[in-house]
């Protein structure tokens, strides 16, 4: 099953506030996560999916059927939110069972899937008991359970980790994954975590103020961001606003940097961005791109050390990351420098 929003925009009744122009697409049994800041308009998007929000302008469409009009329990998506959700006063059996009886299952078959989905996520000796004695992540594996087993067309995750422990995070993050890599659930799952995000998606949308500003692989959006605001959503950078004065060279106003400048013309601004792996520490003299200077704060990581570097006439520290500390020098090799036409709102 697959899921595509074309176009996509909501504006909360009376709020300036929702989603504008989405356009994204979840192919069948891949993960599709959306990642922002919190009021980004992630859950929006879940919502809509849903069929819980009326009024948007755009198409949803689930397995290529339009969904406009189609009630929330007609659009078979399972969904699973920050805060459980369980019903109380239901053991966790019947929790799990609990779609298929909506569905007008019978009690003899879905008591037997949802055993078999409790098995799955390793809770089936406690399928009689309350969901209150359950830990959070146990909570969460139930839900979990709730939500694949009518066999969604879409499953929905929403921020699913957020309330839980870091060890117990860690662990449900892999179990999700395998999970989902089971059932081959077509699957939305929003989270403002780039580790969950990275670690779990095949493809991420990085979302802000209710606009997708790019969908791509967890490795193209490390090493080829369109811009230097996605850039700040994934892993750690320096950004340097620059000018192109030529082809291949960009001024960073302490210094004239090597650069693949692209289809960029001379005279254009520019977002430099350097990520810290990059900085050779304490290069040759004729090394390209290097930049004399001294090292600034360190911060110890065990297996490596993230630190700054100061070039000379810089306004701002370079960050850098290495086993070996920059003692006069840096330098960044040309293909690793990437040249990104500014933005507006770096001014603003
Ligand atoms: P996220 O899930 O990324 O934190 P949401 O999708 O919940 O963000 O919200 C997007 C924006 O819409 C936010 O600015 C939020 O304050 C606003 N919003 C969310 N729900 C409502 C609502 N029921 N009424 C008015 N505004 C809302
Ligand atoms: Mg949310």
Redesign the pocket.
């Known amino acids: 099953m697959s899921l595509h929003f074309e176009n996509v925009s909501f504006t909360?009744?009376?709020?300036q506030?929702?989603?504008e122009a989405v356009t994204l697409s979840v192919a069948p049994g891949e993960l599709l996560a959306v990642m922002?800041?919190?009021?980004?308009?992630?859950?929006?998007?879940l919502?809509l999916t849903a069929g819980l929000l009326d009024g948007y302008r755009g198409r949803i469409a689930i397995n290529g059927h339009d969904v406009a009009g189609v009630p929330v329990w007609r659009r078979e998506v399972g969904m699973v939110f920050q805060q459980y959700a369980l019903f109380p006063h239901l053991n966790v059996l019947d929790n799990v069972a609990y779609g298929l009886r909506m569905r007008g299952i019978d009690a003899a078959q879905r008591r037997a899937r949802a055993l078999a989905m409790l098995e799955r996520v390793g809770l089936a000796e406690h399928a009689q008991r309350r969901t209150t004695v359950l830990s959070g992540g146990q909570q969460q594996r139930v839900a979990l359970a709730r939500a694949l087993a009518i066999d969604p067309k879409v499953l929905l995750l929403?921020e699913p980790l957020a309330a839980l422990d870091a060890g117990i995070r860690q662990q449900l993050r892999d179990e999700i994954r395998t999970l989902q890599r089971a059932t081959g659930a077509t699957t939305l799952l929003?989270t403002?975590d780039q580790d969950e995000a990275l670690s779990l998606a095949d493809r991420v949308a990085i979302?802000d103020g209710?606009r997708v500003l790019q969908v791509d692989t967890p490795q193209r959006l490390y090493e080829r961001p369109v811009s230097a605001q996605v850039a700040r959503f994934v892993g750690h950078s320096s950004v340097l606003p620059g000018r192109v004065i030529a082809p291949g060279t960009v001024d960073v106003s302490f210094a004239l940097l090597r650069a693949d400048t692209g289809a960029l013309r001379a005279g254009d601004t520019v977002d430099l961005l350097i990520r810290p792996e990059h900085v050779e520490p304490d290069p040759p003299a004729d090394a390209v791109n290097r930049l004399a200077g001294q090292r600034a704060e360190v911060r110890y990581f065990g297996a490596t050390c993230r630190y700054d570097f100061i070039p000379e006439a810089a306004s701002q520290p370079l960050l850098c990351e290495g086993r070996r500390l920059a003692e006069h020098a840096v330098a960044i090799a040309p293909e690793h420098l990437r040249v990104l036409p500014a933005q507006a709102s770096r001014f603003c």
């Open positions: 909360y009744p009376g709020a506030h929702g989603i922002g800041r919190s009021g980004s308009g992630k859950s929006t998007i919502r929403d929003v403002h979302i209710g």
